[in-house]
């Protein structure tokens, strides 16, 4: 084959069928004949950026890439910058990430595109990367909300405190009327079991916004540890006014009255919970543990029984249903649950040590 007889054109086909190929060198020789022809047209430039991209040369792809840019008049970067948006906004992540490797290459200084790409890595687990990616913005543009805020929530759910804590109180000077950037602080504080600090902040959100009922249940946490148990009881009542229908808050609250050994107010409320979620079996244990310190033992029983079987691979409701069965001398019953509970969880000491009690 003469490729010295093609045209142009014709020479762009063949390297595009090389580069599919994976015949990189071969696309390079015959894009160096069509830059020969007509040297003042980005396609030839574009694609010996591409074959050279895939050799993993990316100094020299980047070479062609801005020649290929500058031809265009910037046009290929923002043809490349487009694409990488709408691949990533599919969901596409694979091939947004190949996209805004090549608007890097084009222009290293598009913080738009190293923006995504700290998305992309973000959403593809390299943390690293998109650490990396987020502060590198943030040196040349500290004050960047979108950048900021994407660090901060990748600390958050890294549970990185300190770091989170660092870039929440920047967002919080920048722009203080956001109470999610309060909640975000005080939740890392308590993450740290820095309850004063929790405290405060968790206030300030309520300042800002109170309406979020979630401040409300985390200072409840936070007073229950605390064994300030008014404080406590005032704030998941709040919540329950700002959103009764979070099973949770009623959980919560139930064990708080059982730490009180307050069985009858704690039933009410793992009743409340489990009337809200039938799914949630925890309630159900509780529900039975309540009714066993009532001395209630049929409805212990039938509570105990219906949480072993909402969860049969919990090994902790295995248990507590065998410490119940033991307690109230059904032997034979006790054995089975604990010995259901070293099914599930080999290296449940305590379990191992009740069976041994019971012979």
């Known amino acids: 084959m003469n490729l010295f007889s093609k045209n142009y054109e014709d020479f762009i086909v063949s390297s595009v069928g090389y580069i599919q190929l994976k015949q990189y060198g071969k696309a390079k020789e015959v894009l160096e004949k069509a830059i020969k022809k007509k040297p003042n047209i980005s396609d030839a430039y574009e694609y010996m950026g591409i074959a050279h ?105 890294l549970k990185m405190a300190d770091e989170g804590i660092d870039v929440f109180l920047k967002l919080i000077a920048l722009k203080p009327d956001n109470d999610n950037y309060y909640f975000n602080t005080a939740y890392l504080y308590k993450f740290k079991s820095n309850y004063d600090k929790a405290i405060e902040y968790f206030i300030k959100a309520i300042e800002v916004n109170p309406s979020n009922y979630l401040n409300y249940v985390n200072l409840g946490d936070i007073y229950k540890l605390k064994k300030e148990f008014g404080k406590a009881e005032e704030m998941y009542k709040k919540a329950c006014e700002e959103f009764p229908m979070d099973f949770m808050i009623y959980y919560d609250m139930g064990l708080l009255y059982l730490d009180q050994k307050q069985y009858k107010t704690a039933l009410e409320h793992f009743m409340k919970a489990y009337d809200l979620n039938n799914d949630d079996s925890y309630s159900v244990n509780k529900i039975a543990t309540c009714y066993m310190m009532l001395g209630e033992d049929e409805n212990a029983n039938r509570f105990f029984e219906m949480s072993v079987m909402k969860n049969e691979e919990d090994p902790y409701t295995h248990f507590k249903y065998g410490e119940y069965c033991m307690k109230k001398g059904m032997k034979e019953k006790a054995k089975r649950e604990f010995e259901r509970t070293l099914q599930i969880e080999p290296n449940y000491i305590i379990a191992k040590l009740k069976l041994k009690e019971l012979g």
């Open 53 to 157: 991209l895939k050799e993993g040369n990316e100094a020299e792809a980047s070479f062609y890439f801005k020649k290929a840019n500058e031809i265009s008049g910037g046009l290929l970067e923002k043809l490349y910058f487009n694409a990488g948006v709408v691949f990533f906004k599919r969901g596409l992540i694979d091939d947004a990430l190949e996209i805004f490797t090549k608007v890097r290459l084009v222009n290293e200084k598009n913080q738009f595109a190293q923006y995504y790409l700290g998305q992309i890595f973000s959403k593809s687990g390299n943390y690293k990367g998109a650490i990396d990616e987020f502060q590198d913005i943030l040196g040349k543009c500290p004050d960047d909300l979108n950048t900021l805020e994407s660090l901060g929530y990748l600390y958050f759910d």
